[in-house]
């Protein structure tokens, strides 16, 4: 309860990855139709669980599951932002998440350059901090409908200082090593904080 005198105190809701057993949260950002909805599918099947049941993705497209990642188990809540082309949820979810899969599709150089544009405000969002982040190339199976080399992609991650990883949703390549890929950098970065 606040009267009008009150002044306004920001409360950082950013939750700290360090604390010991709390869930990572990881955040798919990309163009729509890039695959982020196949990635949480991937995400909340059954393969690579330790759950016994299968994880759904919620109404609020938030899923979490506890994963086996170099014999270490980790509890990761995925959320998919289906609504990245509006700027108020996707500025949300860039203050929200702990690391990134920044996803453009190797077939769309427009989610290409999408993927760009979102690094650049995320950077604006958490410019102090060593956001995990790994940029990831989806949809490699289309290897006729490239428009993205492998090349240009891993110069944008040298760029963005982050991981590259190229994925195909639809042969399931890659896509577990991308989410273990991020909980290894999320485990560093704790590690080092840690130290
Ligand atoms: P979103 O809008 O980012 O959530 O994208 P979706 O996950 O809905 O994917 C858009 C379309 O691309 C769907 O028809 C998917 O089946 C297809 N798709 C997603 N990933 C891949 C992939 O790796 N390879 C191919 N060939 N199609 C894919």
Known sequence: NWSSSDSVISTDSAWEPAEP?????????????????AFASIFGG?????DSDDCE???????EKTIEVDGEPATVTLLDTWDTDGEWAQECYMQTGDAYLLLYSITDRASFLRASELRITLRRFRPAQHTPIILVGNKCDLVRRREVSVTEGR????VFDCKFIETSAAMQHNVWEAFHGIVRQLRLRRDSKEA
């Open 46 to 50: 059954a393969a690579d669980s330790m």
């Open 21 to 37: 057993g709390r869930p990572y949260r990881v955040v798919l950002l990309g163009a729509s139709g890039v695959g982020k909805t």
């Open 57 to 63: 993705l919620c109404e609020d497209e938030t899923c």
């Open 155 to 158: 110069a944008c991650a040298a």
